[in-house]
């Protein structure tokens, strides 16, 4: 029997850590028995993108020619899985069709229901529930099979698991008398169409779910994700995460083990997918410590906290970290007090700046915040406060993002009373609600794409920052930003980042007042902001020619290659070599070399050296021979 688990991601570089788990618990805890039959539980994984056509997944599909297939849903892919469902089932009708996930946990009834190609939902965790399904589906094939030398096989299989089997350290019981009925957590479709609705699952010990990385080459240039805790303490009216209140945690002795296997094998990046990381403080403190005494320099964990409730102690471990070592993703979602209040999010919002400000100052860690647009009580005025008190703790990207009206959801049950109307289809993001109009949240979307091309691209760093004191706000000034975007039709085109340039640029020239001296203080920080990035061969016409000529050029890296002035760290490099890898330019007057080999680990800009007081063949001062902005 195949029983098939797919994922249909949001990108490539994603990984889905569900389909891992459940087919890792089966694979340990399912029957086994002495004859070497194959364990119930063993399963194939197939992860797609939505970026791929949809035919392109079913022919894979068909030809994997599973019995059993699970989907795994969520608001990113749940349309894409729908459109597959009902494709699939005509290619493959006789290979059942199952889905799970918080897609489809809260309206399972619902989806069985508009999709008769279905045979059940597993709802909520799914590793206990989709081990017995498996072995309720291998015991339902065994009682098929026609020949004698098949029925004895079985025999064996079904003796083996009644008896159960030492696996993992420990026996398995199993009844193999199971019904559909008996499974909990799972809503099904009868043979007469009947849709049933079994109990819930109690929530299962998250230190039971195997480690699903073993073969970590599986995942090369991939995101890892990795659970140290299930469930939420907080209650927020628009996350489905406050409906589970059981927070459980790994043990913290095999979480090290884990995140060791992580280190020593030099993972990029792994992501925390705990909803509240730090709600433990003993918990988040063991973590830290961990990956901090044994950091190699190379892999990042990423992780969701509240910021208000990091404490001194946390707070002093997290500035002594190597830069990059951690990055921390913090949900503020609005500064509107009453919003706050409503929504049933417990935060102090004074608190998190003064946190979010101690972590900044340490310059070692990326912090990137939250809002969330069209939550009750927030109009476009209040929205824009918010942004202007979160865009003030100055992270290093600010994610404006729409409500999402989830089902099973508080938010969902009280969308009548806030006139929230959201979209039908997935992700069912905000239209418009007692507060604020559709014609409100248009205005935002173009503000949030200005936020992620100017602020959140890390692109125009110094020339943003002096740009908002031309505004009474920053939040003005991305308005402002938009508006000139949609008076010369600018949305909906794929600009170049040298054209990003000189859209900036243009739009800087025609501010109120602008005067030619100003303007050109701004070409200047254009020039610094691109050159930080990358060392881009062809500049943007209002830039000019290069500041600095290709004699004095040629003398600089003549001399650097004799002497190491300043590229110590070049040695083994010829004069041709470091100037690929560098750049000269004068900015305001002075020299500045662009190290590209160095970076700043938050930000990927070049390493920025102030040739002072000095031409190129000059002698640099003892005390100024380097210095970073």
Same mark, same amino acid.
């Given at each position: &029997?195949?029983?098939?688990?797919?994922?249909?991601?949001?990108?490539?570089?994603?990984?889905?850590?569900?389909?891992?788990?459940?087919?890792?618990?089966?694979?340990?805890?399912?029957?086994?028995?002495?004859?070497?039959?194959?364990?119930?539980?063993?399963?194939?994984?197939?992860?797609?993108?939505?970026?791929?056509?949809?035919?392109?997944?079913?022919?894979?599909?068909?030809?994997?020619?599973?019995?059993?297939?699970?989907?795994?849903?969520?608001?990113?892919?749940?349309?894409?899985?729908?459109?597959?469902?009902? #494709?699939?089932?005509?290619?493959?009708?006789? *290979?059942?069709?199952?889905? %799970? +996930?918080? !897609?489809?946990?809260?309206?399972?009834?619902?989806?069985?229901?508009?999709?008769?190609?279905?045979?059940?939902?597993?709802?909520?965790?799914?590793?206990?529930?989709?081990?017995?399904?498996?072995?309720?589906?291998?015991?339902?094939?065994?009682?098929?099979?026609?020949?004698?030398?098949?029925?004895?096989?079985?025999?064996?299989?079904?003796?083996?698991?009644?008896?159960?089997?030492?696996?993992?350290?420990?026996?398995?019981?199993?009844?193999?008398?199971?019904?559909?009925?008996?499974?909990?957590?799972?809503?099904?479709?009868?043979?007469?169409?009947?849709?049933? !609705?079994?109990?819930?699952?109690?929530?299962?010990?998250?230190?039971?779910?195997?480690?699903?990385?073993?073969?970590?080459?599986?995942?090369?240039?991939?995101?890892?994700?990795?659970?140290?805790?299930?469930?939420?303490?907080?209650?927020?009216?628009?996350?489905?995460?406050?409906?589970?209140?059981?927070?459980?945690?790994?043990?913290?002795?095999?979480?090290?083990?884990?995140?060791?296997?992580?280190?020593?094998?030099?993972?990029?990046?792994?992501?925390?997918?705990?909803?509240?990381?730090?709600?433990?403080?003993?918990?988040?403190?063991?973590?830290?410590?961990?990956?901090?005494?044994?950091?190699? %320099?190379?892999?990042?964990?990423?992780?969701?906290?509240?910021?208000?409730?990091?404490?001194?102690?946390?707070?002093?471990?997290?500035?002594?970290?190597?830069? /990059?070592?951690?990055?921390?993703?913090? /949900?503020?979602?609005?500064?509107?007090?009453?919003?706050?209040?409503?929504?049933?999010? *417990?935060?102090?919002?004074?608190?998190?700046?003064?946190?979010?400000?101690?972590?900044?100052?340490?310059?070692?860690?990326?912090?990137?915040?939250?809002?969330?647009?069209?939550?009750?009580?927030?109009?476009?005025?209040?929205?824009?406060?918010?942004?202007?008190?979160?865009?003030?703790?100055?992270?290093?990207?600010?994610?404006?993002?729409?409500?999402?009206?989830?089902? +099973?959801?508080?938010?969902? #049950?009280?969308?009548?009373?806030?006139?929230?109307?959201?979209?039908?289809?997935?992700?069912?993001?905000?239209?418009?609600?007692?507060?604020?109009?559709?014609?409100?949240?248009?205005?935002?979307?173009?503000?949030?794409?200005?936020?992620?091309?100017?602020?959140?691209?890390?692109?125009?760093?110094?020339?943003?920052?002096?740009?908002? /004191? !031309?505004?009474?706000?920053?939040?003005? &000034?991305?308005?402002? &930003?938009?508006?000139?975007?949609?008076?010369?039709?600018?949305?909906?085109?794929?600009?170049?980042?040298?054209?990003?340039?000189?859209?900036?640029?243009?739009?800087?020239?025609?501010?109120?007042?602008?005067?030619?001296?100003?303007?050109?203080?701004?070409?200047?920080?254009? *020039?610094?902001?691109?050159?930080?990035?990358?060392?881009?061969?062809?500049?943007?016409?209002?830039?000019?020619?290069?500041?600095?000529?290709?004699?004095?050029?040629?003398?600089?890296?003549?001399?650097?290659?004799?002497?190491?002035?300043?590229?110590?760290?070049?040695?083994?490099?010829?004069?041709?070599?470091?100037?690929?890898?560098?750049?000269?330019?004068?900015?305001? +007057?002075?020299?500045?070399?662009?190290?590209?080999?160095?970076?700043?680990?938050?930000?990927?800009?070049?390493?920025?050296?102030?040739?002072? /007081?000095?031409?190129?063949?000059?002698?640099?001062?003892?005390?100024?021979?380097?210095?970073?902005?």
């Amino acid at each position: &029997m195949k029983i098939l688990l797919a994922a249909v991601n949001a990108k490539y570089i994603h990984s889905n850590l569900a389909v891992y788990s459940l087919r890792a618990y089966a694979d340990v805890y399912g029957s086994t028995c002495g004859s070497g039959l194959q364990r119930p539980g063993v399963t194939e994984i197939a992860e797609y993108t939505i970026n791929q056509p949809v035919d392109e997944i079913l022919m894979d599909l068909y030809e994997r020619r599973p019995d059993v297939v699970c989907f795994s849903c969520y608001l990113w892919n749940i349309s894409y899985v729908e459109q597959i469902v009902a #494709e699939l089932a005509k290619i493959l009708p006789e *290979t059942r069709i199952w889905l %799970g +996930g918080p !897609e489809v946990s809260y309206r399972a009834d619902e989806i069985l229901r508009h999709h008769p190609e279905l045979e059940g939902v597993m709802r909520g965790e799914g590793e206990e529930t989709f081990l017995e399904l498996t072995e309720y589906w291998k015991r339902e094939t065994c009682a098929e099979q026609k020949t004698n030398a098949e029925r004895k096989t079985c025999a064996g299989q079904k003796m083996c698991a009644e008896q159960g089997a030492d696996t993992a350290g420990e026996t398995v019981s199993y009844d193999a008398a199971v019904k559909m009925q008996d499974i909990l957590g799972i809503t099904w479709r009868g043979e007469d169409g009947t849709i049933t !609705e079994n109990s819930s699952r109690p929530v299962i010990d998250l230190s039971r779910v195997p480690f699903v990385y073993s073969h970590i080459e599986d995942f090369r240039n991939r995101i890892v994700y990795y659970e140290s805790s299930r469930g939420c303490p907080f209650s927020c009216s628009y996350c489905l995460s406050s409906v589970d209140k059981c927070l459980r945690f790994r043990d913290i002795e095999l979480v090290k083990k884990e995140l060791q296997f992580f280190i020593d094998h030099e993972v990029p990046q792994v992501k925390f997918v705990d909803r509240t990381f730090n709600c433990r403080h003993d918990h988040a403190m063991a973590i830290w410590t961990y990956i901090s005494e044994h950091d190699r %320099g190379i892999t990042n964990f990423h992780f969701e906290v509240s910021a208000d409730l990091l404490n001194e102690e946390e707070i002093r471990l997290i500035r002594s970290m190597r830069p /990059g070592l951690i990055q921390l993703e913090i /949900g503020v979602q609005s500064a509107n007090e009453r919003t706050i209040r409503e929504i049933r999010r *417990t935060m102090k919002l004074d608190e998190v700046e003064e946190k979010v400000a101690r972590i900044r100052e340490g310059k070692n860690v990326h912090q990137h915040l939250d809002l969330i647009a069209g939550l009750p009580f927030e109009d476009y005025e209040s929205f824009a406060r918010s942004f202007n008190r979160v865009y003030g703790m100055r992270p290093q990207q600010l994610q404006l993002g729409f409500l999402k009206v989830l089902r +099973g959801s508080l938010m969902y #049950e009280r969308a009548g009373e806030y006139g929230l109307v959201c979209q039908d289809r997935a992700p069912y993001e905000v239209l418009y609600t007692k507060w604020i109009s559709y014609a409100d949240v248009i205005r935002l979307k173009r503000v949030e794409e200005m936020v992620e091309v100017y602020y959140n691209s890390g692109q125009f760093p110094n020339t943003v920052e002096q740009l908002e /004191g !031309e505004f009474s706000s920053a939040f003005a &000034m991305y308005e402002a &930003m938009a508006s000139y975007y949609v008076e010369n039709g600018l949305f909906r085109v794929n600009h170049t980042r040298i054209a990003r340039y000189e859209i900036l640029w243009n739009f800087i020239r025609r501010l109120p007042g602008m005067t030619e001296e100003k303007a050109a203080e701004y070409r200047e920080w254009l *020039t610094l902001d691109l050159y930080l990035r990358d060392n881009v061969k062809n500049r943007p016409d209002f830039l000019g020619v290069c500041s600095v000529t290709g004699d004095e050029s040629a003398a600089f890296y003549k001399r650097e290659e004799e002497e190491r002035r300043y590229l110590k760290d070049y040695t083994g490099y010829d004069r041709r070599q470091m100037r690929k890898m560098t750049h000269l330019e004068r900015i305001r +007057g002075e020299l500045f070399l662009f190290d590209y080999r160095a970076r700043d680990p938050l930000t990927g800009n070049a390493r920025l050296i102030r040739i002072c /007081g000095e031409e190129p063949s000059g002698e640099p001062g003892a005390d100024q021979a380097e210095k970073c902005l």
